[in-house]
């Protein structure tokens, strides 16, 4: 059965934007960058929410040329990736990407029964539906020195407790990361 994963750069008290929606206090990098590319590597699957979908879409095909080369790797990991694109207002999506309006919770344990390897969820909304239902095995959170005091949380608020297990830190020049598995 595949895995799935959320990671997402949040502040220290929790938020992965501010009040206005900005994200601009987590730009990795290029260290955490290349971090970053590697991990995608392994990725077999990108799960999106529109809004995710929109900012990268906008960006990482079109990576000018005279970005550095971990800028443009990423870039072409990112177009490459197949990925599901989760909307009830899309019409379509590009970029070896399939537009799903269905039930999120339904296709997400489909693609998790029909294979190994990993898939991954971006956005918090979109992860935020799948995080009661005991879908997400893997919680790789990138913990920015920032204090925000508001915006969007990382979890939702939940009935029952999810209990995980650490399994790794890294302290990155920017933020630590810590990766907690659902212990079971």
């Known amino acids: 059965m595949r895995k799935l994963s959320y990671g997402i750069s949040v502040s220290l008290d929790g938020y992965i934007n501010d009040r206005d929606g900005n994200i601009d206090w987590t730009d ?11 991990r995608y590597r392994e990725i077999d699957i990108s799960l999106h929410g529109r809004r995710l979908y929109e900012l990268m879409a906008d960006f990482w095909p079109h990576v000018p040329a005279d970005e550095g080369p971990i800028m443009r790797e ?4 990112w177009t490459a990736k197949p990925k599901y694109v989760f909307s009830r207002t899309l019409t379509e999506v590009e970029w070896n990407s399939t537009l799903v309006s269905e039930n999120a919770v339904d296709v997400v344990r489909r693609l998790k029964s029909e294979g190994d390897g990993v898939m991954e969820v971006g956005g918090a909304n979109l992860a935020a539906s799948l995080i009661p239902h005991d879908l997400i095995d893997e919680y790789q959170l990138f913990v920015a020195p920032i204090i925000l005091g508001g915006g969007t949380p990382m979890f939702p608020m939940l009935d029952k407790r999810i209990p995980l297990r650490l399994v790794e830190t890294r302290p990155f020049n920017t933020v630590l990361m810590q990766r907690y598995v659902v212990d079971r």
């Open 28 to 38: 990795p990098d290029e260290e955490l960058h290349q971090f970053h590319n590697d």
């Open 74 to 77: 990423f870039g072409e990991l």
